[in-house]
């Protein structure tokens, strides 16, 4: 993956995570317990009612997930293991479209020995509309609501 799909942001885990190249995705924030991403909505994302994929909702936010759950920079003793979803639900609220950019912001809410909890909230927003709320640098309105359980194990 080129770091420069990354918006200059960059996570190990991303290096050859391949899906992630192919939706576009781009970090816009990392810190510890949190990762803010982006991408926008192409055709190939669409099901048959001309609407954002569920599929492809929920891959972007384990994306999140993902980022949110290991450290950019693993400290020692850390490199051994990774964190993986342990299980996840979404709840989808509101549809999102064809060239609609959407954003997912994952914070970590509890932690606990190998175990985690994440809520990842996923919005949606046209960027070419006057007065879009990325140009204020909000992320437009919520369209779904994801929550991971996380589980650390070992590298293999």
Known sequence: MTEAALSGVTHPILENDYAS??????????TDGHATIRMTLRQEMLNGFGMAHGGMIFAFADTAFALACNPVNPGPGDEGSITVAAGVDINFLKPAYRGQ???AVADRRSSAGRSGLYDIQIFAADAAEPNSPLDAGQPGELIAEFRGRSRTIPKK
């Open 101 to 103: 950019v959407i954003t």
């Open 21 to 30: 190249e192919w939706m576009g995705i781009d970090v816009i924030a990392l």
